[in-house]
């Protein structure tokens, strides 16, 4: 078979499990936070390795930001300085950097990091890596069907003429083809508001080790039993 029919184009990953990680090692869990950052390198290497298109990882949900506020502002500090630091090094070899979610809900000092290497990486044309922020599927089809609305209110498209494609076109997903390949990490067997729309008809791996485990090998292993997936989109 050819790569090209077994190498899915874009994956997915609910990145889950930093804090049990971390619980498990007697530690806090921004240690757990920490440890998964750095475990996001590794995971972009290994895409890039095998010719995946796009990397999306869902690192922060409109969830979450309920969580304690100490934990809310240790995450946002650590994604700051993972997008000063690390983002810089990881994009270095021709990756390009997007986000997706409600950005204008992070704080202005994550905003203007983020925006930052988004602009700086716009021109690479290797990996694509999306990063999931403040990102909720329920907000995001809502914001869609807002924008569509609206739209359609001013007169500038039919009711008639929406359509899925129209939908795919008003999500912040827009310029990226759907998943093909869904990994979630530390068992848990849900979708905690990613991408809903968009996952139809991703496979589906689900790996029992916390995000911070989740090595090279372990990427490959998902990879090759997608490649084994029968995928057959509703037909025979
Ligand atoms: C995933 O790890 C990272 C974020 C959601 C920000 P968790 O923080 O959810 O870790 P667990 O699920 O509590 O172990
Ligand atoms: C999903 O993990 C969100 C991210 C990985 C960023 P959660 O830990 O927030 O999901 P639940 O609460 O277990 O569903
Ligand atoms: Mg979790």
Wanted: charged share 30%; hydrophobic share 40%.
């Amino acid at each position: 078979m050819s790569s090209a029919a077994t190498v899915p184009r874009h994956i997915a990953v609910i990145m889950d499990g930093n804090g049990r990680w971390a619980n498990a090692r007697g530690l806090p869990r921004k240690a757990g936070h920490r440890a998964g950052a750095e475990a996001v390198r590794e995971a972009v290497e290994i895409c890039q390795d095998l010719k995946v298109d796009y990397l999306t990882l869902y690192a922060f949900s409109s969830e979450n930001w309920n969580r304690p506020e100490e934990e809310v502002k240790s995450l946002m500090k650590l994604l700051e300085r993972f997008l000063k630091t690390k983002a810089r090094e990881i994009t270095k070899k021709n990756v390009r950097l997007q986000a997706i979610g409600r950005l204008h809900l992070l704080p202005d000092h994550v905003r203007r990091e983020l925006d930052q290497v988004i602009s700086d990486t716009r021109e690479n044309d290797g990996l694509t890596l999306v990063l999931a922020l403040s990102y909720g599927s329920r907000e995001e089809l809502v914001d869609a069907t807002r924008a569509i609305a609206n739209k359609a209110a001013a007169g500038e498209i039919s009711p008639d003429e929406i359509d899925g494609e129209l939908v795919s076109q008003h999500l912040y997903t827009r310029d990226c083809p759907d998943p093909d390949l869904l990994i979630r990490t530390s068992g848990e067997l849900r979708l905690s508001n990613f991408l809903l729309w968009q996952l139809s008809y991703a496979e589906i791996f689900i790996s029992q080790k916390n995000w911070p485990d989740f090595r090279k090998a372990d990427f490959e292993e998902a990879v090759a039993e997608y490649a084994r997936r029968n995928r057959r989109f509703g037909k025979v």
